[in-house]
């Protein structure tokens, strides 16, 4: 081989292929059922186990190597597709809550294995820096079944507020509110995060991993927010992007990243940020 010569890319294995087809084959499926969504629950039990099939994929240790295979060895294509997965993902996740609302409000209950995936979640979002009774906690990207709120209020007594771009999500998620938690203070509002006075008083806030402008949102937060706020950023990287937006760099006069919550077994991970003369300081 000539030295300048670039060097074909190692074929994927056998095993890799099979993963290429089901990701392919799992895009279809999400913008069918996103597609498909009528605001009634007839296809909510199809979903529901589409999407708990996802969760172990994206967290299947073995699926790792076999990602980064296809994404040496046809990364242009890879991206397209991570990237529309990501995409019909975040909506059919979006549909599930509102599937979720839907039959809580029409007295079904039950947990699918998505959402019990995600609740395991919440108790290690901030680590030392966890909110108690006097914190105020907002929640971007809340959905229609705002099951971190309903914990931390649950769990904490924290004040809580959710903010969601979906008019339907909210209408959904108020009513799931009033059916589980009566009277704890929550709060779930659709408007832009500079027109909501709570933004000021939050001293937490949590971003969902499906929302794709969170980095954005996190900048813009910087000026109306407090000095000693700390930010709980949902995200995945690799693999697990299949399924979130991954983590950014941050403007590192404006936020640091102060520790990482690593899942294994767990559909995102999680960045801690806090303003930098603030590091460790928030409660």
């Not at 392919?24 to 605001?39: C, N, P």
């Not at 296809?43 to 099939?53: F, G, K």
Request: hydrophobic share 35%; net charge negative; glycine share 6%.
């Amino acid at each position: 081989m000539d030295e300048h010569t670039t060097p074909t890319p190692r074929e994927p294995s056998a095993e890799a292929h099979t993963l290429h087809h089901r990701l392919r084959h799992f895009r279809d499926r999400f913008r069918a059922a996103a597609d498909g969504y009528d605001r009634s629950t007839r296809q909510a039990a199809e979903l529901e186990e589409l999407m708990a099939d996802y969760s172990i994929l994206v967290t299947d240790e073995h699926h790792i190597e076999l990602f980064a295979q296809l994404e040496h060895s046809r990364p242009a294509e890879l991206a397209t597709l991570t990237t529309e997965l990501r995409t019909q993902s975040a909506r059919c996740a979006a549909v599930t809550e509102k599937y979720r609302a839907l039959r809580l409000i029409e007295g079904q209950t039950g947990t699918d294995g998505y959402f019990a995936n995600v609740e395991t979640c919440i108790d290690q979002e901030f680590g030392a820096l966890a909110p108690t009774r006097e914190s105020a906690v907002l929640l971007i990207g809340s959905g229609s079944f705002p099951m971190t709120l309903l914990t931390i209020a649950e769990r904490t007594g924290a004040s809580v507020t959710g903010l969601d771009i979906d008019p339907e999500a909210v209408e959904l998620g108020r009513r799931v509110v009033k059916t589980l938690a009566g009277t704890p203070d929550i709060t779930l509002e659709c408007r832009p995060i500079e027109e909501l006075p709570f933004t000021a008083e939050a001293t937490h806030i949590v971003f969902s991993s499906t929302v794709e402008t969170k980095y954005d949102l996190l900048e813009r937060l910087h000026p109306i927010t407090r000095d000693d706020v700390v930010v709980a950023m949902r995200f995945g990287d690799g693999l697990k992007s299949l399924f979130n937006y991954p983590r950014q760099d941050v403007n590192p006069e404006h936020w640091q990243q102060i520790s990482t919550v690593h899942h294994p077994n767990q559909v995102f991970d999680v960045a801690v940020y806090t303003k930098p003369d603030h590091a460790g300081k928030a409660g």
